[in-house]
């Protein structure tokens, strides 16, 4: 049974930081890219970040700067540094794992930005 499990979501004040973690098991990890996608309250999921099997990293304009995909093959885990956040941050953050045509999704953490 694949499960993807988000964690380390809250609530923060503007220009503060949080680390979401996500927990994979079920796949072979180290073969899967992995992508962070939000999405807030009306809007469409987006793409945030994403970092390939290889390490390869890639942003979304809005976080770019801000924000830092990485993973530790041996945990089995995602991370996504979140720094200087701001209130248009907030939304359900999602872990999403891909190879070929397998995908998977996690259900979601919430991250709110406010003051």
């Known amino acids: 049974q694949v499960q993807l499990v988000e964690s380390g979501g809250g609530l923060v004040q503007p220009g503060g930081s949080l680390r979401l973690s996500c927990a994979a098991s079920g796949i072979r990890f180290n073969m899967y890219g992995m992508r962070w996608y939000r999405q807030a309250p009306g809007k469409e999921r987006e793409l945030v970040a994403g970092?390939?099997?290889?390490?390869?990293?890639n942003y979304e304009d809005p976080v770019k700067g801000r924000f830092t995909i990485s993973r530790d093959n041996a945990k089995n885990t995602v991370y996504l540094q979140m720094d200087s956040l701001k209130p248009e941050d907030t939304a359900v953050y999602y872990c999403?794992?891909?190879?070929?045509?397998?995908?998977?999704w996690g259900q979601g953490t919430q991250v709110t930005v406010s003051s």
């Open positions: 970092i390939s099997s290889a390490g390869s990293t």
């Open positions: 999403y794992a891909r190879y070929v045509f397998q995908n998977y």
